[in-house]
């Protein structure tokens, strides 16, 4: 079974309204990212933080904002999204050794709908 | 040219076929490649690497054409527990923003 854990699994709002993902990994990994899967689209990576430092982010909308508050927890917090931003995100974690990607493990992901 | 390729699906095959997937990319400097599965409305987990002088796991086998650019993999005496969608993922160099996933090829075996 997974050691990434996301919360909620499921999510709907309204284009005014504030929410927080969160994705917590039990793996001792010292990566952790954020992904979007929208329908008949590839994942896209939206952030990454390694050491709990942000190391890349791929052009996101402001309206999206990562947080990641020690090696184990991610959250992403959303603001004012629109419909098209209804999707599948997902939460992995790896472990860099020397800017190198291990394995990233995903968790199950958030569904999120916005109304 | 999008960066990764895969063939459109879904691919309907009965219990114990034979059946291969494509994948292409564009960027030659790409160094590792690998292939992940996704179940229906489940996170991708990653199903093999692939390396350049081919590799087998079991009944899957996965083969990389650097020349070509073109990675697949054949999957031999298909299950029901095969069915899923297919991920073909792209390592382009060092680093933490680089793999790119492909759309993806759905899988259905059926009795």
């Known amino acids: 079974e997974t050691g990434v854990t996301q919360t909620p699994r499921h999510l709907v709002m309204g284009m005014t309204n504030k929410k927080s993902l969160k994705c917590e990994q039990h793996?001792?990994?010292?990566?952790m990212y954020w992904y979007k899967q929208s329908a008949k689209k590839p994942l896209e990576l939206m952030f990454v933080y390694s050491l709990e430092e942000r190391v890349e982010n791929n052009s996101v909308p402001s309206r999206f904002s990562p947080e990641c508050p020690n090696s184990s927890h991610l959250f992403l917090h959303l603001h004012t999204l629109q419909p098209e931003d209804s999707a599948l995100y997902l939460c992995?974690?790896?472990?860099?050794?020397?800017?190198?990607?291990?394995?990233?493990?995903f968790g199950p992901g958030t569904r999120l709908t916005v109304l | 040219r999008k960066e990764v390729e895969q063939d459109p699906g879904p691919f309907n095959v009965p219990e114990g076929a034979t059946v291969a997937f494509n994948c292409t990319y564009s960027?030659?400097?790409?160094?590792?490649f690998f292939w992940y599965r996704q179940d229906c409305r489940k996170e991708p987990k990653l199903l093999m690497s692939v390396y350049s002088s081919g590799n087998e796991d079991g009944r899957f086998t996965a083969q990389l054409n650097r020349a070509s650019q073109y990675i697949s993999l054949l999957i031999r005496d298909s299950k029901l527990s095969d069915s899923a969608t297919y991920l073909c993922v792209v390592k382009r160099d060092s680093g933490y923003s680089t793999l790119t996933f492909g759309k993806g090829t759905m899988l259905l075996v059926s009795p």
């Open positions: 992995a974690s790896s472990q860099e050794l020397a800017g190198e990607l291990g394995e990233q493990f």
């Open positions: 960027n030659s400097a790409s160094q590792s």
């Open positions: 793996l001792g990994h010292n990566a």
